[in-house]
T-cell receptor, first 110, second 113 residues
Framework: EDQVTQSPEALRLQEGESSSLNCSYTVSGLRGLFWYRQDPGKGPEFLFTLYSAGEEKEKERLKATLTKKESFLHITAPKPEDSATYLCAVPNQAGTALIFGKGTTLSVSS | DAGVIQSPRHEVTEMGQEVTLRCKPISGHNSLFWYRQTMMRGLELLIYFNNNVPIDDSGMPEDRFSAKMPNASFSTLKIQPSEPRDSAVYFC???????????FGQGTRLTVV
């Protein structure tokens, strides 16, 4: 049973073209939603943690938001260096480890 | 801190051979995780250690897989015998607290031919 679903699977943008990535989750009693960035050939790199609905976190051109059922990663005026796979994750039922979605692969062309 | 360190970065082995992957977590982190990443299944949790003790190994696919953490600064994941379907990227991650963000190593790309 999928607990974390990300959409779209792939997204191609022109430089400067803003968009959003979606992460929906089905776990009850959310104890945090985590966003990571993964570059080819590298391990996932931690970006943000969100804990409650309405919370927002920002880092450069990225802004993550959280509702009771989903999270969005907004990318404003992206640059080619923002190209990567973005993963979201939630703690498992035991709260001991992170369960990951399959990611959205973002390609930004100049 | 150097971050989570994994070795080797790449491993190519023949079917039936034993493979050992190694991980050094971030100093001071008491939680350690082994994940496997494939195109089809994404990132899957294999096993979780807390304070060097295996807590949840329900993600270990078969008895051919085993993991140890003899001390706070070292863990191994062993596959014996290896099979072509074990080909994947294996990541080690550590965390300072259960349920908090985990920090990943660069991974080991395993190819079993």
């Amino acid at each position: 049973e999928d607990q974390v679903t990300q959409s779209p699977e792939a997204l191609r943008l022109q430089e400067g073209e803003s968009s959003s990535l979606n992460c929906s989750y089905t776990v009850s009693g959310l104890r945090g939603l985590f966003w990571y960035r993964q570059d080819p050939g590298k391990g996932p790199e931690f970006l943000f943690t969100l804990y409650s609905a309405g919370e927002e976190k920002e880092k450069e051109r990225l802004k993550a938001t959280l509702t009771k059922k989903e999270s969005f990663l907004h990318i404003t005026a992206p640059k080619p260096e923002d190209s990567a796979t973005y993963l979201c994750a939630v703690p498992n039922q035991a709260g001991t480890a992170l369960i990951f979605g399959k990611g959205t692969t973002l390609s930004v062309s100049s | 801190d150097a971050g989570v360190i994994q070795s080797p970065r790449h491993e190519v082995t023949e079917m039936g051979q034993e493979v050992t992957l190694r991980c050094k977590p971030i100093s001071g982190h008491n939680s350690l995780f082994w994940y496997r990443q494939t195109m089809m299944r994404g990132l899957e949790l294999l096993i979780y250690f807390n304070n060097n003790v295996p807590i949840d190994d329900s993600g270990m696919p078969e008895d051919r897989f085993s993991a140890k953490m003899p001390n706070a600064s070292f863990s191994t994941l062993k596959i014996q015998p290896s099979e072509p379907r074990d080909s994947a990227v294996y990541f080690c991650a550590s965390s300072s607290q259960t349920g908090r963000e985990a920090f990943f190593g660069q991974g080991t790309r395993l190819t079993v031919v």
